[in-house]
């Protein structure tokens, strides 16, 4: 079946640059998420990306899509204390049903000041 | 973006009881949303798709007698956990389904989630 892989853990320093990376399997994703869990809440979707696009920059964040070697990452610039949680990548192998996407177990980002 | 509520946020029962979790979208309308358990330190577990005036889809291994979906309204969801028991212990998360424009957004929204504790 699916698989989405990511690495379990990141720290980094308070104004530095984090990069999440995240692959996958299915190459009939259409759609790709990003979502950020803070401690005992549900996930808020941070922004996602078709399958026809390379890159898409929101504010402080830069999504990059390798189609060829299915690799997404998720770049947070000037990285805050309050960007500390888990962020899960996701993949949606068709446009019709965002629900049975596949997520990654997680990466707890870890903002040092 | 879209609001889901999902309540309660934590409930503590007794072993032997049910315990009903309600997730609604409160300024849109959600033919499809979804039912998920988050074990701790892990990735989501889909558990069922919740479609509006049908019976819900089980995801393979998951108990439709234990976990009883109902999806009345275009806005409403609920799971109801039967006969709880600790190992029913979990994060329970809900998210409706956007479907715009076809290509346009296939987007889900989550709940807050519910923490269950079974004694």
């Known amino acids: 079946g699916e698989d989405v892989e990511q690495s379990l853990f990141l720290s980094v320093r308070e104004g530095d640059s984090s990069v999440i990376n995240c692959t996958y399997t299915?190459?009939?994703?259409?759609?790709l998420y990003w979502y950020k869990q803070e401690p005992g809440a549900g996930l808020q979707l941070l922004t996602y990306?078709?399958?026809?696009?390379d890159m898409k920059q929101d504010q402080r964040l830069t999504v990059l899509l390798n189609k060829k070697d299915k690799h997404l990452s998720l770049r947070i610039a000037d990285t805050q204390t309050g960007d500390s949680a888990i962020y899960f990548c996701?993949?949606?192998?068709?446009?019709?049903?965002?629900?049975?996407?596949?997520f990654g177990d997680g990466t707890t980002l870890t903002v040092k000041p | 973006g879209a609001v889901v509520s999902q309540h309660p946020s934590r409930v503590i029962c007794k072993s032997g009881t049910s315990v009903k979790i309600e997730c609604r979208s409160l300024d849109f309308q959600a033919t499809t949303m979804f039912w998920y358990r988050q074990f701790p330190k892990k990735s989501l577990m889909l558990m069922a798709t919740?479609?509006?005036?049908?019976?819900?889809?089980?995801e393979q291994g998951v108990e439709k007698d234990k976990f009883l979906i109902n999806h009345a309204s275009l806005t409403l969801s609920t799971l109801t956990v039967t006969s709880a028991h600790p190992e029913d212990s979990s994060f329970y998360i809900c998210?409706?389904?956007?479907?715009?424009?076809?290509?346009?957004?296939?987007?889900?929204?989550f709940g807050a989630g519910t923490r269950l504790s079974v004694l």
């Open positions: 299915d190459s009939s994703s259409t759609y």
């Open positions: 919740s479609n509006e005036g049908s019976k819900a889809t089980y």
């Open positions: 996701a993949e949606s192998p068709n446009n019709t049903n965002a629900g049975k996407s596949t």
């Open positions: 990306i078709f399958s026809n696009m």
């Open positions: 998210s409706a389904h956007i479907l715009s424009g076809g290509l346009a957004k296939n987007i889900q929204y």
